[in-house]
């Protein structure tokens, strides 16, 4: 309630600034100017839209894939753990502005490098928060397994991955963020289509209200994104919100 | 909240299971020092116990003398540096009841079952079966969150006799409830190991409960743990936790362990 206030307010005041100050339209659009180019525009940032929110959700939904992959991988074997690890901090320092570009010249303009930025971007977060779940299972837990002659795999099956699902979540949460961003930076870097493109070709043509709007689009996108997440989580996962189970 | 806890009273037991025994000879049990440069620590040097099939045995001893550390050598979870340990296959039941949070009732209990490879139908049944008998009829699909402390502990006690294991290990089985639910528990606890007889190992710091459960109590010294008084309790049940007999050997355990 206090947020719509706040943002109701804010917007009022950006109105009142860009109205009467006289300032030029292209340096700062009035939030109606916003408004009515999202209108105006409307079949020309959906087309773009889903061209970007394609990217951001299949970017994400490999790194998903990989992530726990790797993340089981890691954890089923302590010599992987030692030789992975340090290698996925390090995959994290690659400079994205640098990469793009690159994967660009390698994979062309299409869908591929903008997969491959999107889920080296998520990669990171869901496998950290993934691991940190896994680790985190009671070990009397895993005591139990044994004393009941369960096999690994059984222990990994009925106790860690359901205990670490909450993990896989607050990573899948985290990587909305950043998958984003991730997807307009691929964009700049080599593209024909996409919200970043627009943005691109937005500001030159003085278009800014246009640039504007997709940026309102891509913010919603991602909100509306968090909250299918935290909404699955508390369908799927309500006991993960209570504080008295064993295995948290 | 007060609710009625009964022993089950009707007579077939729902989990028959071969009764096995368990014996400890001169068992050493040490662990490498937490902190490099530390001193090793010995949780227990020259420890004997002798569980007879069907025995209810109780552990009693200070904080830190190696209870623990005897129940995982029992349950075969670590192995001796010196001497033998033979027991037939064991199952645990700790403090925490260690109930997965996200399974009903009567899948927590039949998760023993499921490991055996039981197919989740006739899992199901059984576990539903036995938590009926423990007073918990209806609640076979209730979350572990939505049940309180003595109801899942007795959740627990039926996932630990659906294990079919013969010896059951106790950890302070108790310890984690308020104290008029521990002793509803515990009246529960001897009517339940009456219908069905199992070996089992009780370790606990409450020495009435060790008075009111146990055939035999057995007083640890402090770390290295041993055996240093094994005090028979010759009073039939059901017990009263007021009987003079049991009172008496309450206080002759309280001084074995001051000793």
């Known amino acids: 309630m206090i947020a719509v206030l706040l943002v109701l307010a804010l917007v009022a005041a950006w109105e009142a600034y860009a109205q009467l100050s006289g300032i030029d339209e292209f340096v700062l659009p009035a939030p109606s100017a916003v408004v009515a180019a999202l209108h105006e525009d409307r079949a020309l940032l959906w087309s773009n839209f889903t061209v970007t929110a394609g990217e951001i959700g299949l970017g994400i939904l490999a790194a998903l894939v990989l992530g726990l992959a790797f993340s089981v991988a890691i954890h089923f074997s302590a010599p992987l753990r030692r030789a992975l690890y340090p290698l996925l901090i390090g995959s994290q320092t690659i400079p994205i502005v640098l990469v793009a570009p690159l994967l660009v010249a390698w994979w062309g303009f299409g869908l591929t490098p903008k997969l491959a930025i999107v889920a080296l971007v998520c990669f990171f977060p869901i496998v950290v928060s993934t691991l940190d779940a896994l680790d985190r299972v009671n070990p009397e837990l895993r005591k139990l397994m044994r004393t009941f002659g369960a096999s690994r795999w059984q222990t990994f099956r009925i106790v860690e991955a359901p205990a670490a699902l909450p993990g896989v979540l607050t990573g899948a949460k985290l990587s909305v963020a950043v998958a984003s961003i991730a997807a307009i930076f691929a964009e700049l870097a080599g593209s024909e289509e996409g919200l970043g493109n627009l943005m691109l070709k937005a500001i030159p043509q003085f278009q800014t209200a246009r640039a504007f709007a997709a940026v309102l689009i891509l913010s919603a996108f991602a909100v509306a994104l968090f909250g299918l997440l935290a909404l699955a989580e508390r369908r799927l996962l309500p006991w993960a919100h209570r504080s008295e189970g064993a295995a948290t | ?259």
């Not at chain 2, 001893?61 to 001497?83: H, I, M, N, Q």
């Not at chain 2, 190991?193 to 009111?212: F, G, K, S």
Request: aromatic content about 4%; hydrophobic content about 50%; glycine content about 6%.
């Open chain 2, 1 to 259: 909240m007060l609710t009625r806890i009964r022993a089950p009273e009707e007579a077939p037991p729902k989990v028959q299971t071969e009764l096995g025994s368990v014996r400890l000879r001169d068992v050493r049990k040490t662990f490498a020092a937490r902190r490099r440069g530390g001193a090793p620590v010995t949780a227990l040097d020259g420890l004997s116990l002798r569980a007879a099939p069907g025995e209810i045995v109780a552990v009693v001893g200070p904080s830190g003398c190696g209870k623990t550390t005897l129940l995982e050598l029992v349950c075969g979870l670590a192995a001796p540096d010196a001497g033998t340990v033979e027991a037939a296959p064991a199952t645990l039941m700790a403090q925490r009841d260690l109930l997965l949070p996200w399974r009903a009732a009567a899948d927590n209990a039949a998760l023993a079952l499921r490991v055996a490879g039981v197919a989740r139908d006739r899992a199901r049944r059984r576990a539903a079966a036995l938590l009926a008998d423990f007073g918990l009829r209806g609640f076979e699909r209730a979350r572990p969150y939505e049940l309180s402390g003595g109801m899942r502990q007795r959740v627990a006690f039926a996932r630990t006799l659906l294990s079919g294991r013969p010896v059951l290990c106790l950890d302070e089985p108790f310890a984690a409830l308020d104290a008029l639910t521990r002793h509803e528990m515990q009246d529960w606890l001897a009517g339940a190991l009456a219908i069905a007889p199992r070996t089992v190992v009780l370790v606990t710091h409450d020495v009435e409960e060790a008075v009111v459960l146990a055939d035999r109590v057995l007083v640890l010294s402090p770390r290295p743990g041993r055996v240093i008084a094994a005090l028979p309790v010759d009073v039939p049940r059901p017990r009263l936790r007021t009987d003079a007999r049991l009172v008496a050997l309450r206080e002759r355990a309280l001084r074995e362990l001051r000793a």
